[in-house]
């Protein structure tokens, strides 16, 4: 069964350190989405993609958080510099369709855990 | 704007119990509701859906039903198994904004 591909499993990191987190999405799928999803609460859309395009990153927090999906495949997710509020799971997820859809389901990868020290 | 709000936890349950898990959303619109299920240390799964009302999700012994009258979402399972040990979150996704939003999520731990 296709999944969604996330790397590192596991980062830890001194806080103003940059870091960097990729997603591969399921083969096919048009949209997706980053997630930042703090212990003990679900998780919050950051940055959604169709194809190559942003569609709504309005939850980013520009000023540090970047994004892109340059072939309109696999994406990156940079923060610089990390601050200690960053710790939290990242989460990547796709989905077939054109975003627009609510009934669209969404798969999820396994997630990034940061540690900002 | 839409929310979902779901039962505090952690539910603690024996092998075999009955479990119910409630959410109850609010949206401004006709939204369709899911429920992910995330292990220890995973990322979120899809357990089942409904996109319209009194329709009934249902995937290895869970159930949901949409129930608009209550704008509800219950998730039930008539016999757990100690692999059903996981946090279990309430979604909803709106026509009008397709972007889902997620419960806190309920964890549920159970012992042999």
């Known amino acids: 069964e296709a999944e969604v591909a996330q790397s590192p499993r596991y980062k830890i990191t001194e806080k103003s350190q940059a870091v960097a987190f990729w997603c591969d999405p399921i083969?096919?799928?048009?949209?997706l989405y980053w997630y930042r999803q703090i212990l003990g609460q679900g998780p919050e859309l950051l940055v959604q993609f169709q194809d190559e395009s942003v569609v709504d990153d309005s939850q980013l927090p520009k000023d540090r958080f970047s994004a892109e999906r340059l072939k309109g495949v696999d994406s990156t997710l940079k923060i610089q510099p990390a601050e200690l509020g960053d710790s939290a799971m990242y989460l990547c997820?796709?989905?077939?369709?054109?975003?627009?859809?609510?009934?669209?389901?969404?798969?999820f990868g396994p997630g990034t855990r940061l540690t900002v020290l | 704007g839409d929310s979902v709000t779901q039962m505090e936890g952690p539910v603690t349950l024996s092998e075999e119990a009955f479990l119910t898990i409630n959410c109850t959303y609010t949206a401004t619109g006709y939204p369709s509701l899911f429920w992910y299920v995330q292990y220890p240390g995973e990322g979120l799964q899809l357990l089942l859906k409904?996109?319209?009302?009194?329709d009934k999700g249902s995937n290895k012994g869970f159930e949901a039903t949409y129930r608009k009258e209550t704008t509800s979402f219950h998730l039930e399972k008539g016999s757990v198994q100690v692999s059903d040990s996981a946090v279990y979150f309430c979604a909803l996704s709106d026509r009008g904004s397709y972007i889902p939003t997620f419960g806190r999520g309920t964890s549920l731990i159970v012992h042999p």
């Open positions: 997820a796709s989905s077939i369709g054109t975003g627009t859809e609510s009934t669209d389901t969404q798969y």
């Open positions: 083969s096919g799928h048009a949209t």
């Open positions: 409904a996109t319209k009302a009194d």
